[in-house]
């Protein structure tokens, strides 16, 4: 088998075949959208809880303040949820994405 010696110009591809295509590329995009953002989410609580975790220490343990051990004890919490869904939507997508 061999190849043409041309390619296909654009004018030559029929509407049906393009729109199909930006059907194809559009469902694509969505589904690497949101695999992305969950993985930005997912990475970004990971990156920033040791963070949080030494202004716990420093202002409420250090300070002996207990509003603010309070507070940076809760914003850990939430790095833990919105790592965990972080992380189940992006294996959710990464194992969608396999089949």
């Keep these: 088998m061999t190849l043409p010696d041309r390619t296909i110009s654009r004018s030559e591809v029929g509407p049906e075949a393009r729109a199909l295509l930006r059907r194809c590329f559009g469902v694509a995009r969505r589904f690497h959208t ?6 930005l989410l997912w990475r970004g609580a990971a990156i920033a809880t040791p963070w949080v975790l030494q202004r716990a220490i420093d202002d409420g343990v250090v300070d002996d303040d207990r509003r603010a051990l309070v507070v940076w004890c809760s914003a ?8 965990w869904v972080g992380d189940a939507v992006r294996h959710l997508y990464v194992e969608r994405g396999a089949y």
């Design 34 to 39: 949101v695999a992305f953002s969950a993985g």
């Design 76 to 83: 850990l919490i939430g790095l833990g949820m919105a790592s």
